[in-house]
């Protein structure tokens, strides 16, 4: 069974940058896509993008794509999500999240890391 | 690209069944069949529990099903139990590579 585990929490400054890691462990051949999630306090999930785990391709939200970047590390099986300009209404807890290729379920977010909590504050 | 629209809460007394709506536009739920919805208990990670509007991963219970009609899909929670008390999100695949998420719903077991 496939695990996402994610680094620990982070605290920043405003204006400093952000990177997240997730590493996949387990039965890792299935090809798929990372997508990450964030979810400011007390509201609801929000879609930031994605990369393929395969060959690095990668799709941003037009609210992110100006400040975010994701970067795959294959022979750590690890996805990282680097974050610039941080704001404080980017305190959040970001998820990164598992989307199989080829297999059940289509176009939906079966495995997802336990979720890494990030605050701005000055 | 918007939100998709969920309610805020919705209640029901054990052994009731419940229906959560997620209305989008004819960009996202109207125009394929790949809605998700996830639950999720306060403090942990979302959990799948619907995909591709009506089907349900393995372990899922039967009590969680999907339906759509329009822009509108709908998540209904049957024989409702304590244990599902939680937060339900709906996701649309909505083209171009994307993805949006409901605002979520509270759904409260009295």
């Known amino acids: 069974q496939v695990q996402l585990v994610q680094s620990g929490a982070e605290v920043r400054q405003p204006g400093a940058s952000v990177e997240v890691s997730c590493q996949a462990s387990g039965n890792t051949r299935i090809r798929y896509a990372v997508h990450w999630v964030r979810q400011a306090p007390g509201q609801s999930l929000e879609w930031m993008g994605w990369?393929?785990?395969?060959?690095?391709?990668?799709k941003y939200s037009q609210k992110f794509q100006d400040r975010v970047t994701f970067i795959r590390d294959t022979s750590a099986a690890t996805v990282n999500m680097e974050l610039n300009s941080l704001r404080f209404e980017d305190t959040a807890v970001y998820y990164c999240?598992?989307?199989?290729?080829?297999?059940?379920?289509?176009?939906?977010?079966?495995?997802w890391g336990q979720g890494t909590v990030v605050t701005v504050s000055s | 690209q918007s939100a998709l629209t969920q309610p805020a809460s919705v209640s029901g007394s054990p052994g009731q069944s419940i229906t959560i709506s997620c209305t989008g536009t004819s960009s996202d739920v109207g125009s394929y069949n790949l809605v998700s919805w996830y639950q999720q208990h306060p403090g942990k990670a979302p959990k799948l529990i619907i995909h591709?509007?009506?089907k349900r991963p393995s372990g899922v219970s039967s009590r969680f099903s999907g339906s759509k009609s329009g822009d509108t899909a709908s998540l209904t929670i049957s024989g409702l139990l304590a244990e599902d008390e939680a937060d339900y999100y709906c996701?649309?695949?909505?083209?171009?590579?994307?993805?949006?998420f409901g605002t979520g719903t509270r759904v409260s077991v009295l």
């Open positions: 996701c649309s695949y909505a083209g171009g590579a994307t993805f949006v």
């Open positions: 999240a598992r989307e199989p290729y080829g297999s059940s379920p289509n176009d939906a977010f079966d495995i």
């Open positions: 990369i393929n785990a395969g060959n690095g391709n990668a």
């Open positions: 591709e509007g009506s």
